[in-house]
């Protein structure tokens, strides 16, 4: 069984600062996607990274995938109160029956306060 | 451009009653189709999954069953809630997983909060 490991499970910070969010696991994955959730509505896919050691921005945020697939992080850059929500990370395997689904971590809700 | 709709967006039923739970997407042909229950607003649990029509993979038991009668319609229903049964589902598809290079990510509905009583 896949499983991945997010961590902080809660955070809450001020306007302005920066953070980082980590999803670690024992397993290697063929790609890992994060998304992220507004309360009462569907998760929404921010990125996917695939490559080992890949780094994407996307605006002031950044993932990036470790080198062995193993583990990856998102790092926000003076975070501002849009940006909070629960952030989900995701793995997909690489074969046989696990490769139809995504492991899911279980969120870091952040919370941005102005 | 791809859509999804899931309702009913809430539904309050006293434990025993049925339920069903519908699910559509427009704007692309054969898609991977999926039932996540999410509790207390944190990790998602993957219930039910289809890669073609009539065909259900079931990922954990309960008394939850899913039907896909149509190539992009998936519905989640039950013959008798349980209290355990509340909860916020989300349905979500995925192109194909069988196309090379395909990572598979999910676009999801709006979801449905379910409040057994």
């Known amino acids: 069984t896949q499983l991945l490991e997010q961590s902080p499970q809660f955070l809450s910070i001020q306007e302005g600062e920066n953070l980082t969010v980590y999803c670690n696991s024992s397993?290697?994955?063929?790609?890992l996607q994060w998304y992220r959730q507004e309360p009462g509505e569907g998760p929404v896919l921010l990125v996917t990274v695939v490559t080992g050691g890949e780094v994407k921005k996307l605006k002031r945020l950044t993932f990036q995938f470790g080198d062995a697939r193993k583990d990856s992080s998102l790092h926000i850059t003076a975070a501002q109160p849009g940006d909070t929500g629960l952030y989900l990370c995701a793995g997909r395997g690489y074969s046989g029956g696990s490769n139809y689904k995504l492991t899911f971590g279980k969120g870091t809700l952040l919370t941005v306060n102005p | 451009s791809q859509t999804i709709h899931q309702w009913p967006a809430t539904l309050v039923q006293p434990v025993g009653s049925p339920l069903s739970l519908e699910c559509t997407v427009e704007?692309?042909?054969?898609?991977?189709l999926y039932w996540y229950r999410q509790a207390a607003g944190r990790g998602l649990q993957l219930l039910f999954y289809?890669?073609?029509?009539?065909?259900i993979s079931s990922e954990v038991p309960q008394n939850l069953s899913a039907s896909r009668p149509q190539d992009r319609q998936f519905i989640l229903s039950s013959k008798k809630l349980l209290l355990s049964d509340s909860g916020f589902y989300l349905c979500?598809?995925?192109?194909?997983?069988?196309?090379?290079?395909?990572?598979?990510?999910?676009?999801f509905g709006e979801g449905s909060r379910l409040t057994v009583l």
């Open positions: 979500a598809w995925s192109v194909y997983l069988g196309l090379a290079g395909n990572t598979g990510e999910l676009f």
């Open positions: 289809s890669v073609g029509i009539g065909q």
């Open positions: 704007g692309t042909s054969n898609p991977n």
């Open positions: 397993s290697v994955f063929s790609s």
